[in-house]
């Protein structure tokens, strides 16, 4: 399918806005500006009193977690994981991961998320939920390795790998997602390793997200979760961190070295009282820095827009620097920044030859207006309901706001129905 955005203010990779038209030829942004007359379009979008920005991409979050939105908050890291979250993960079927799947992607896909990157258990129902729905996902089989089902997850994630790496027209791609240095011993991780470099597949991980975390590495170890990983040669796999909150100057010269990508999650960071990661030192040092949400047991919501903004505010007030994360900067993590960070050379930015993957806000309202910096508005005053629009790989997912590829309320039910089975809570709504 061929569609034309007319007369769309449109985010530019060098920062600018301006009006222009949009040529889209099945998955790929064919044209910008002035359109050959030799292209035609099946669908037409009138542009006018919206602005296009590359689709978001939320390069770090546990999809199906959303069944578990507002079961377990205000607790601390461990103690929470302990005693709420993986006690209700270990009743979990894979219909419980598909409709808690289809209900993430559902969020991501009406807040304007083209892509994420997930890390989970029994992918197999989640990469069905990317198939049907139509958004981009990269997707890794938690791994924790101490527990008993360590070896098996190993199995499951080279099966994963083998079965739907560069499927669904290219939408997906497959890595493997060992837990953390914390829930995974040194052997095991060498395994992950051995088994990601047969088959040529990177490697999706949390890192340094608590000061405990460190410490725990520390005494075990006599090295930080950084230094540990590039001991054991995990970092030369080719690595998305998650968090990265607690880092030493050593560990960020480690991580420039081994081109280590960074997976920021401020919203949830700042809940679970896990610190703020020193961003600026990570961008001035030239490492590539994404956004996440992570989970929405500990975020509570799959809202990009509200990562951007987050990390445009948190990191001049962490610095004293009111130039820390410009607007422009911030939008560049929730888009090309994370889509390098995913692994993903062709999204991500609007212009001829990437993937058309392409999000549209709704510019109408008072908080567009004195509209001076379109980019400037979008960071800091917009919200997700202004979404109007969503396009991934060439297909529209989301129309005028309204869903294209998915029956929402019946995923609301269904969800609710795995929620009150899982949790033994009557749901109110």
């Known amino acids: 399918m061929n569609i034309l955005i007319k007369n769309v203010l449109t985010v530019f990779p060098n920062g600018t806005a301006k009006k222009t038209n949009i040529a889209v030829k099945n998955d790929i942004i064919f ?20 602005l296009a920005v590359p689709g978001f991409v939320n390069a ?20 929470w994981l302990e005693n709420k979250i993986w006690p209700v993960e270990a009743k979990m079927k894979k219909d419980d991961i598909y409709w808690g799947a289809m209900l993430g992607i559902t969020e991501m896909i009406k807040t304007g998320t083209t892509v994420f990157a997930d890390m989970y258990g029994d992918m197999d129902k989640v990469a069905q939920a990317v198939e049907e729905t139509g958004i981009r996902a990269v997707l890794s089989r938690g791994m ?41 011993p040194p052997d095991f991780l060498k395994q992950v390793i051995e088994k990601a470099q047969k088959y040529n597949a990177q490697i999706h991980i949390h890192l340094a997200e608590t000061e405990g975390e460190v410490k725990e590495c520390l005494e075990k170890y006599s090295k930080t979760p950084i230094a540990q990983m590039e001991k054991i040669g995990l970092l030369d796999c080719g690595v998305l961190a998650a968090h990265c909150v607690h880092l030493s100057d050593e560990d960020i010269a480690i991580m420039k070295k081994h081109n280590v990508r960074v997976a920021h999650n401020p919203g949830s960071n700042l ?3 896990s610190g703020i990661a020193p961003v600026k030192k990570l961008l001035e040092k030239g490492i590539c820095v994404g956004l996440g949400t992570d989970g929405a047991s500990s975020n509570n919501n799959l809202d990009m827009l509200e990562e951007i903004n987050l990390t445009a505010l948190i990191h ?27 692994g993903l050379n062709d999204t991500g930015k609007i212009e001829p ?20 910096d379109a980019i400037s508005l979008l960071v800091y005053s917009a919200n997700a309901s202004m979404v109007d629009t969503v396009i991934v790989n060439g297909k529209i997912l989301l129309d005028k706001g309204l869903l294209t590829t998915i029956d929402e309320e019946k995923i609301i039910y269904e969800a609710n129905k795995c929620a009150e089975r899982l949790t033994g809570k009557t749901i109110k709504n």
């Open 271 to 273: 809940k679970l009282a």
């Open 60 to 79: 770090h979050t546990h999809v199906s977690m959303t069944l578990l939105r507002s079961y377990a908050d205000d607790m601390k890291l461990m103690d």
């Open 353 to 372: 030859g990437m993937k058309a993957d392409i999000t549209l806000f709704s510019m109408q309202g008072t908080q567009w207006t004195p509209c001076y």
């Open 144 to 184: 924790i390795g101490a527990a008993p089902n360590g070896q098996a997850a190993l199995q499951e994630n080279c099966t994963l790998f083998e079965n739907y790496n560069n499927s669904a027209d290219g939408r997906i791609t497959v890595m493997f997602g060992p837990h953390a240095p914390y829930t995974c």
């Open 316 to 342: 001049k007030a962490a610095t004293l620097d009111p130039l820390a994360v410009p607007a422009f900067k911030a939008l560049q993590m929730g888009t090309y920044y994370g889509a390098k960070a995913v």
């Open 31 to 50: 044209a910008i500006g002035t359109i050959p007359e030799t292209f035609t379009a099946n669908t037409t979008i009138d542009g006018q009193g919206k």
